[in-house]
């Protein structure tokens, strides 16, 4: 099973991740996308990276503004999977806006 992180460990990861808050219970950010098709292209594409890596955000929509929570369900709280998923999360978005 992965290794939970400590409140100080996910703080620091926090610090490289501008867009995303949270505390050892979860990590989240939101993103606003152009219109609900780009909204819905993005999650399509978060949904292929959270099947390659096993690893599945909670997801929010409301029309163009998305939400997404990483938490790693079965630990009961935030590792590194959540972490790297975070990133690529930043990545899909970033190349979206
Ligand atoms: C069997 C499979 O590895 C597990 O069910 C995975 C799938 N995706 C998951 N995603 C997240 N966020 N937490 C989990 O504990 C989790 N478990």
């Known amino acids: 099973m992965?290794?939970?992180?400590?409140?100080?460990?996910v703080r620091e990861e926090l610090s490289r991740l501008p867009d995303w808050s949270g505390d050892p219970t979860g990590i989240g950010r939101t993103a606003q996308l152009g219109s609900f098709p780009a909204a819905i292209a993005v999650v399509d594409r978060v949904a292929t990276v959270a099947e390659e890596l096993d690893h599945h955000p909670d997801i929010d929509i409301r029309w163009r503004t998305l939400t997404f929570r990483c938490v790693t369900h079965?630990?009961?709280g935030v590792t590194h999977r959540d972490i790297e998923l975070a990133r690529r999360i930043d990545d899909i978005v970033r190349s979206a806006a």
């Open 74 to 76: 079965s630990a009961g």
């Open 2 to 9: 992965a290794d939970l992180l400590t409140a100080d460990a």
